[in-house]
């Protein structure tokens, strides 16, 4: 639902902006692939505006700096999708209310690692330049691709610190673990409280954005707000975390009081 939200504030940005609407589907590609294997995907760009429009069609790699999702040339990281993943067409122009597909072919080796992550990204722009400006001024759109090859390992996370502070109605948490895996590791995270006796006070799924990249360690602070809880109780943290494949891991952590 998040990815589809960014797609459409995106879409209305350039929809305002520069005069043209265009929209991606779909936001995201998971493959399971078996060796030597050979996958075809689907990537439709619909231009929902009102002029012509120019793109270009491009593989990046991503990965994060400071806590932030960057993009760069395809085969910059080691789990680059570049000697596996083909793009056809890599441009087109694209008519008012009218939608064009390319296909996305992906290709599995013996050899690969566990896991390769990219975004393809789809660059638009006016097909005629601005009258007003002069410039050709346009943006771009990306569908995140995930592959990874099948039965050749399974998630871990090593989880180096996990604090959970209660600081009036707030309830921060503080994570961090290390992926020494191939593979992206996207934790589900669930909190619970319960006093000295045991008696469960609070539950709640953390709605996260924490993703860990392979052989990568990364943080993640949270706030979650908690009404009728007795601070006066010894409370802990039952913090469970699901990283899929039926991986699960389960921290107790006594509660700072605040």
Request: charged content about 25%; overall charge positive; hydrophobic content about 40%.
């Amino acid at each position: 639902m998040k990815r589809f939200l960014i797609a459409q504030i995106v879409a209305l940005i350039l929809s305002i902006a520069f005069g043209f609407q265009v929209n991606l589907d779909p936001s995201h590609i998971d493959v399971t692939m078996k060796s030597e294997g050979l996958e075809r995907r689907t990537l439709t760009l619909s231009n929902s505006g009102k002029e012509p429009l120019q793109v270009k069609v491009y593989l990046n790699d991503w990965t994060f700096e400071k806590n932030a999702k960057t993009f760069l040339p395809a085969g910059a990281t080691a789990y680059t999708l570049k000697n596996n993943a083909k793009i056809y067409p890599t441009s087109f122009s694209i008519n008012p209310l009218e939608s064009k597909s390319v296909i996305l072919s992906l290709t599995a080796k013996k050899d690969d690692p566990a896991g390769q992550y990219g975004v393809v990204f789809f660059e638009v722009q006016p097909a005629a330049r601005s009258k007003n400006s002069g410039l050709s001024i346009g943006g771009r759109l990306g569908t995140l691709i995930a592959k990874e090859a099948e039965g050749k390992q399974k998630r871990q996370l090593q989880l180096s610190r996990s604090s959970v502070t209660l600081k009036g109605k707030k309830l921060l948490i503080d994570l961090e673990g290390k992926n020494p895996t191939a593979l992206l590791v996207r934790p589900k995270v669930t909190v619970v409280l319960t006093n000295d006796k045991n008696d469960v006070l609070y539950k709640s799924d953390i709605q996260s954005d924490w993703i860990l990249l392979p052989n990568s360690t990364q943080s993640y602070s949270g706030v979650l707000f908690v009404d009728k809880v007795d601070a006066k109780t010894g409370l802990t943290a039952l913090i469970t975390i699901d990283l899929g494949d039926d991986e699960l891991m389960l921290k107790e952590s006594k509660v700072i009081l605040e």
